[in-house]
């Protein structure tokens, strides 16, 4: 068990590429922490310095207040399950996991007695004396998590150990490794892209872009007051709807009608300095409702507005409506770009809103919907910020 | 009907190429089994079998010394290579350091360099340091001319094992060194296998090394041995002799490679990472 401090930990490779700056994080003891991002948003690359895989270039990596820096990684106590698994092609199961234990010089007996222990824990009992080649996916996955939990580590780094895995199977691992690291109690960091892996599974999330912290917190946090435009489109799924917005005469104007200013909103706005007129108004699938079916609650009065209603995709628990609006305005913002992945401009036509299952709605309707205006985000364009939340 | 015939095609052109590679071998077999009475007969089967060839060869004192010498040699001078290039492919397949371009251009160099020219520098450098006709003064050409080979080859099969397994035995606790001889030799080891093989025909082989730096029976390697054979007297050729002693030096190899062949599996390393 232990508790991993970052101190300004940077990566600057030889070619002066910076892939992580400055990195503030404190791992409590025992904690679950999800480093989440886009693809080449340096989360890898921070677990392979906690790892040792890479060298750190500036700042400090402390383990339980010992700074281990230039401490070789099998000196630090860590266990790390990667992606492809990496397990050794060439020994059975039973070796495999009970390799670390073997450079560690168990005995022999003990090392069995672990070996058996973990491979019970992991479901994994008949298939010791069997080599990787002849494994399924998801046991391979398993045997991989067994190397690294077998000689009881300081830590588990997990490098988006679920990735490789068919969606069904990686919904189940997910709850294995949930219940495993609760069961176990060790400080875990885990890596991934998926950014419904990282609501579901750590106590605390850190989203990353190119190379920078963006907000540190638990998932519900990130999810409900997001900091900044990059977080508010990252998380959630289908992603918040981004509309542009301008206040005139203490109202918003917006595609979605005329919103009045709450108070929470009028408050945050006046704290700021420099607030412009145009602004990105973001609002949660899961904030409008169909009025049919008892509108929503919430402390102002609703706000609604009509749109046609272009695909509707019934999952089963929900429906998922996108509608067309009547306007012809987009929302440009480089944050957003980084959240959807190279999408830059978000048509502020349209709209996708989660409806309860019960909704009568059919495509080509036009449909009316309400909303709290309290679920109401507004953003600045140039900066991200998110102007209705205290940073 | 088109499988039919493209495989009578492919039949047929397989024995072509068969014929054309195996005939020279047949007929060197086929002399050695001769009589010195019968063997310019101009028939390719012996009239009359015999193995006094066969005798001979390993009656005759020299031969046998010969056969040692290339065994020995060839043995170590395989060990050295594999050795020495196992660590050079290692690291020019995973490490980054300056020169490792130039590593790899000066060893395809050498691999270029026509052997003739090297002769005669070689021997004045090997009479100079007392190194003429012993088995280092064998050994250290051998050895050099092997080693691109064998960082070449050996360099490709390292690149084909996935660096995660080198990462997951260091998270694991593994040394370096450990991790290099618990996880990557052992997946690398078909590719060895191939590659000393590979090394060791290239050195049992050679004739003009043997020829220009040895004088006498102390390292004189077997294929060298054979161009001092004799006729019993002064108006017999000695064909029947160097026919069964082509053989014989030939014969061992064959077997070594059709006995290793199933050692050089591929796909080894699949299971390791999914991919």
Same mark, same amino acid.
């Given at each position: 068990?232990?508790?991993?401090?970052?101190?300004?930990?940077?990566?600057? &490779?030889?070619?002066?590429?910076?892939?992580?700056?400055?990195?503030?994080?404190?791992?409590?003891?025992?904690?679950?922490?999800?480093?989440?991002?886009?693809?080449?948003?340096?989360?890898?690359?921070?677990?392979?310095?906690?790892?040792?895989?890479?060298?750190?270039?500036?700042?400090?990596?402390?383990?339980?207040?010992?700074?281990?820096?230039?401490?070789?990684?099998?000196?630090?106590?860590?266990?790390?399950?990667?992606?492809? &698994?990496?397990? &050794?092609?060439?020994?059975?199961?039973?070796?495999?996991?009970? *390799?670390?234990?073997? +450079?560690?010089?168990?005995?022999?007996?003990?090392?069995?007695?672990?070996?058996? /222990?973990?491979?019970?824990?992991?479901?994994?009992?008949? +298939?010791?004396?069997?080599?990787?080649?002849?494994?399924?996916?998801?046991?391979?996955?398993?045997?991989?998590?067994?190397?690294?939990?077998?000689?009881?580590?300081?830590?588990?780094?997990?490098?988006?150990?679920?990735?490789?895995?068919?969606?069904?199977?990686? !919904?189940?691992?997910?709850?294995?490794?949930?219940?495993?690291?609760?069961?176990?109690?060790?400080?875990?960091?885990?890596?991934?892209?998926?950014?419904?892996?990282?609501?579901?599974?750590?106590?605390?999330?850190?989203?990353?872009?190119?190379?920078?912290?963006?907000?540190?917190?638990?998932?519900?946090?990130? &999810?409900?007051?997001?900091?900044?435009?990059?977080?508010?489109?990252?998380?959630?799924?289908?992603?918040?709807? *981004?509309?542009?917005?301008?206040?005139?005469?203490?109202?918003?104007?917006?595609?979605?009608?005329?919103?009045?200013?709450?108070?929470?909103?009028?408050?945050?706005?006046?704290?700021?300095?420099?607030?412009?007129? /145009?602004?990105?108004?973001?609002?949660?699938?899961?904030? *409008?409702?169909?009025?049919?079916?008892?509108? !929503?609650?919430?402390?102002?009065?609703?706000?609604? *507005?009509?749109?046609? !209603?272009?695909? +509707? /995709?019934?999952?089963?628990?929900?429906?998922?409506?996108?509608?067309?609006?009547?306007?012809?305005?987009?929302?440009?913002?480089?944050? +957003?770009?980084?959240?959807?992945?190279?999408?830059?401009?978000?048509?502020?036509?349209?709209?996708?809103?989660?409806?309860?299952?019960?909704?009568? !709605?059919?495509?080509?309707?036009?449909?009316?919907?309400?909303?709290?205006?309290?679920?109401?985000?507004?953003?600045?364009?140039?900066?991200?910020?998110?102007?209705?939340?205290?940073? | 009907?088109?499988?039919?015939?493209?495989?009578?095609?492919?039949?047929?052109?397989?024995?072509?190429?068969?014929?054309?590679?195996?005939?020279?071998?047949?007929?060197?077999?086929? =002399?050695?089994?001769?009589?010195?009475?019968? $063997?310019?007969?101009? #028939?390719?089967?012996?009239?009359?079998?015999?193995?006094?060839?066969?005798?001979?060869?390993?009656?005759?004192?020299?031969?046998?010394? %010969?056969?040692?010498?290339? @065994? %020995? $040699?060839?043995? @170590?001078?395989?060990?050295?290579?594999? #050795?020495?290039?196992?660590?050079?492919?290692?690291?020019?397949?995973?490490?980054?350091?300056?020169?490792?371009?130039?590593? =790899?251009?000066?060893?395809?160099?050498?691999?270029?360099?026509?052997?003739?020219?090297?002769?005669?520098?070689?021997?004045?450098?090997?009479? %100079?340091?007392?190194?003429?006709?012993?088995?280092?003064?064998?050994?250290?050409?051998?050895?050099?001319?092997? =080693?691109?080979?064998?960082?070449?080859?050996?360099?490709?099969?390292?690149?084909?094992?996935?660096?995660?397994?080198?990462?997951?035995?260091?998270?694991?606790?593994?040394?370096?060194?450990?991790?290099?001889?618990?996880?990557?030799?052992?997946?690398?080891?078909?590719?060895?296998?191939?590659?000393?093989?590979?090394?060791?025909?290239?050195?049992?082989?050679?004739?003009?090394?043997?020829?220009?730096?040895?004088?006498?029976?102390?390292?004189?390697?077997?294929?060298?041995? @054979?161009?001092?054979?004799?006729?019993?007297?002064?108006?017999?050729?000695?064909?029947?002799?160097? #026919? #069964?002693?082509?053989?014989? @030096?030939?014969?061992?190899?064959?077997?070594?490679?059709?006995?290793?062949?199933?050692?050089?599996?591929? %796909?080894?390393?699949?299971?390791?990472?999914?991919?």
């Amino acid at each position: 068990m232990a508790e991993i401090a970052l101190e300004k930990v940077g990566k600057t &490779y030889p070619d002066g590429y910076t892939a992580v700056h400055a990195l503030d994080l404190t791992v409590a003891d025992g904690e679950f922490v999800i480093l989440v991002g886009p693809s080449g948003c340096g989360k890898s690359t921070t677990l392979n310095m906690i790892a040792g895989l890479e060298d750190i270039t500036s700042g400090e990596l402390r383990i339980d207040g010992t700074r281990v820096n230039e401490v070789a990684p099998r000196a630090r106590d860590i266990a790390m399950v990667f992606q492809s &698994y990496a397990l &050794y092609p060439h020994m059975t199961v039973r070796e495999n996991i009970g *390799f670390p234990l073997r +450079l560690a010089g168990m005995d022999r007996a003990r090392a069995a007695g672990k070996i058996e /222990e973990t491979a019970r824990i992991l479901d994994l009992e008949g +298939l010791l004396d069997r080599r990787p080649a002849h494994l399924s996916g998801g046991q391979r996955q398993r045997v991989a998590m067994g190397r690294a939990i077998v000689r009881d580590p300081r830590a588990f780094l997990m490098d988006e150990p679920l990735s490789n895995l068919d969606a069904k199977l990686r !919904v189940q691992m997910r709850t294995t490794i949930s219940r495993l690291q609760k069961r176990l109690g060790t400080t875990t960091v885990y890596v991934t892209h998926d950014q419904t892996e990282a609501m579901t599974l750590g106590d605390r999330m850190v989203l990353m872009n190119k190379g920078r912290v963006q907000q540190v917190g638990p998932p519900d946090e990130l &999810y409900r007051r997001p900091h900044n435009l990059f977080v508010a489109g990252f998380v959630g799924s289908p992603a918040m709807n *981004f509309l542009p917005a301008e206040i005139q005469d203490g109202a918003l104007r917006s595609v979605i009608g005329r919103i009045p200013l709450t108070d929470r909103m009028r408050n945050a706005l006046q704290r700021r300095r420099g607030v412009p007129r /145009e602004l990105v108004l973001g609002v949660r699938p899961e904030a *409008f409702a169909d009025p049919r079916l008892g509108g !929503v609650h919430g402390g102002a009065e609703p706000c609604s *507005f009509t749109g046609q !209603v272009e695909i +509707l /995709e019934s999952l089963g628990a929900e429906k998922l409506a996108y509608l067309t609006l009547d306007a012809d305005a987009a929302v440009r913002s480089e944050h +957003l770009a980084d959240a959807f992945q190279g999408r830059e401009s978000w048509s502020g036509d349209q709209l996708v809103a989660r409806l309860d299952p019960a909704s009568p !709605v059919r495509e080509g309707d036009e449909l009316e919907l309400v909303y709290d205006p309290d679920a109401i985000h507004l953003f600045a364009p140039d900066t991200g910020v998110n102007l209705t939340e205290d940073a | 009907m088109t499988t039919g015939r493209n495989r009578a095609r492919w039949s047929a052109v397989n024995a072509l190429v068969l014929l054309y590679a195996l005939v020279p071998v047949a007929w060197i077999a086929a =002399l050695s089994f001769k009589t010195p009475a019968t $063997i310019s007969d101009g #028939a390719f089967w012996p009239r009359r079998w015999t193995l006094d060839n066969y005798r001979g060869i390993f009656a005759n004192d020299d031969f046998v010394r %010969g056969l040692v010498n290339s @065994i %020995g $040699i060839g043995l @170590i001078s395989t060990a050295v290579a594999i #050795a020495v290039g196992t660590l050079a492919a290692y690291a020019i397949a995973r490490l980054a350091f300056p020169g490792k371009s130039l590593v =790899l251009g000066v060893s395809l160099l050498i691999a270029m360099f026509p052997q003739i020219s090297l002769v005669t520098p070689l021997f004045q450098i090997e009479r %100079g340091l007392g190194l003429f006709n012993t088995w280092p003064g064998l050994i250290l050409p051998y050895v050099t001319f092997a =080693l691109p080979l064998t960082i070449y080859t050996l360099s490709t099969f390292f690149r084909e094992i996935p660096w995660d397994l080198e990462k997951a035995a260091k998270m694991d606790g593994a040394t370096p060194f450990q991790a290099f001889r618990l996880v990557i030799a052992p997946l690398a080891m078909p590719g060895v296998v191939t590659t000393a093989i590979l090394a060791f025909i290239v050195c049992w082989n050679d004739f003009l090394f043997s020829i220009s730096l040895t004088s006498s029976d102390a390292a004189r390697t077997a294929p060298a041995t @054979i161009s001092f054979f004799t006729g019993s007297s002064q108006f017999e050729d000695p064909t029947g002799s160097i #026919a #069964a002693a082509a053989m014989v @030096i030939t014969v061992p190899i064959v077997v070594f490679v059709l006995l290793f062949q199933r050692r050089i599996v591929s %796909g080894l390393t699949s299971g390791a990472v999914k991919g």
